[in-house]
């Protein structure tokens, strides 16, 4: 990659705010007095363009065909619930040049229902790109299907933008049987991925005598591309009396490419393998796993930790088939974050920004984006804004490659329910490097 020799010049621009979205449809639980109370019969009324606002309260699952706005009034408050069988949330192709964004609901399961989908949020085909932001599936330890799957499936996805999201089981059996495939944290297939500032877990294998199944990736790509910061990543273990267990790799990569930032969160643990009965192979996961036509970059603060097998036994930290491309980089990738959920309108809101001790960042936020492009010469997507630019003052980061600022949040009322993007911009005396987009959601009430 070339190193400009000085800051490249940006442009600032400041344009009025956006005005409201051409209509919110607003859904309620039964007795609240919204006009819906079913969130897909709001989503078959709206328009393209318009804004599905959710009150507190649990709702069906839905699916949405259309580009438009889908929001809660945050994940510990706002939930999405299907019955056995049924995806919480489709998101189908919305033409070339739609957005669908997502923010603020949990997904998961009727009360009752054990028996895990294949995913719980599942996007394919879109043509345009996904936003999504404060969302959260806490599910059972050992989450499993048929044909297995993943809480996050994204498909044939031109960009898909996630922050905030937090995806993790808990202690509990689940609604599987030996003979069904654990889910992984994220799988995506034919995409480009950006994810910051969340939390991927798989769910975990558990095989009687006659079961032979891998664990599952905390993330999988196949044909994909991930930009991935302060996340930890973790594989699903794998425990049991079958004659072969495995734990899964944190991240798998199978003719895919990925980029991981540091930050304050930055682990990829593989699971580890544990058999009860006269098991053949027991193999622990290594922290990340590559196929030979795959391509992996990190930053130096990225930690790989293998699982544990037998007796203490431990994988490797990486797996690497000769051919793939590695590409450990000397210092740390540049990222960012900003306390969920966000100050109200008209308030500042802390950011903190971290990469490279003694390098400098710039950062923006943007009201509504273009489509993340590369720039010749530097590392990272780098979303252009076409509505709105704030440009904040530069930040030296310390010693401990640490810096924060304050983020002030435009006091226009037509923001609520809305997201922005904030994205930083570092240069360390030789490259710029960008971190990866964020996003942050208002609350609603």
Excluded at 125 to 145: F, S
Excluded at 156 to 172: H, L, M, P
Excluded at 313 to 337: C, F, H, N, T, V
Aim: net charge negative.
């Amino acid at each position: 990659m070339p190193a400009p020799r000085s800051i490249l010049p940006l442009l600032w621009l400041a344009h009025p705010l956006a005005a409201a979205s051409a209509g919110d449809l607003w859904v309620g639980p039964p007795g609240s007095g919204q006009p819906y109370s079913s969130v897909q019969a709001a989503i078959d009324a709206a328009q393209p363009g318009d804004r599905v606002l959710l009150l507190p309260g649990s709702y069906g699952p839905a699916r949405i065909d259309k580009p438009l706005q889908l929001t809660g009034a945050g994940s510990g408050s706002t939930r999405l619930l299907a019955p056995a069988g049924v995806v919480p949330l489709e998101v189908a192709g919305a033409g070339s040049g739609g957005r669908v964004r997502l923010g603020g609901f949990e997904l998961g399961l009727e009360p009752g229902v054990d028996a895990a989908p294949q995913a719980f949020l599942w996007v394919h085909g879109l043509a345009g790109r996904l936003e999504a932001v404060d969302l959260k599936i806490a599910r059972l330890e050992h989450d499993a299907h048929p044909a297995g799957g993943a809480y996050l499936w994204i498909q044939d996805c031109a960009q898909a933008q996630f922050s905030a999201v937090r995806v993790y089981t808990e202690a509990g059996l689940g609604g599987s049987d030996a003979h069904d495939a654990p889910l992984a944290g994220l799988l995506a297939q034919g995409s480009r991925v950006w994810f910051s500032d969340g939390r991927l877990e798989a769910s975990d294998l558990c095989l009687d005598l006659t079961g032979d199944k891998p664990g599952a990736a905390g993330i999988r790509l196949e044909n994909s591309e991930l930009h991935l910061a302060l996340c930890n990543t973790a594989g699903g273990s794998a425990q049991g009396s079958s004659r072969s267990l495995a734990g899964g790799p944190a991240l798998v990569l199978e003719g895919s490419r990925a980029v991981l930032y540091g930050g304050k969160s930055n682990q990829m643990r593989g699971g580890n393998a544990a058999a009860s009965g006269p098991g053949g192979a027991v193999l622990a996961a290594p922290g990340a796993a590559l196929s030979a036509d795959s391509a992996l970059v990190h930053g130096a603060d990225v930690v790989f930790i293998p699982g544990a097998g037998p007796s203490g036994s431990a994988a490797q930290p990486l797996w690497i088939e000769p051919g793939a491309l590695y590409d450990p980089r000397p210092d740390r990738l540049p990222s960012m974050w900003i306390p969920t959920p966000i100050g109200p309108l008209g308030q500042s809101s802390p950011v903190f920004l971290e990469g490279d001790p003694g390098a400098v960042q710039f950062w923006w936020l943007v009201l509504e984006t273009a489509p993340a492009i590369d720039l010749p010469g530097i590392f990272g997507p780098f979303l252009l804004d076409t509505s709105l630019v704030v440009h904040h003052p530069p930040v030296w980061l310390n010693v401990d490659g640490q810096g924060s600022d304050l983020a002030f949040v435009p006091g226009n009322p037509n923001l609520q329910g809305r997201m922005l993007a904030y994205q930083s911009i570092e240069f360390d005396g030789q490259n710029l490097q960008l971190a990866p987009p964020w996003f942050v959601s208002f609350e609603l009430l």
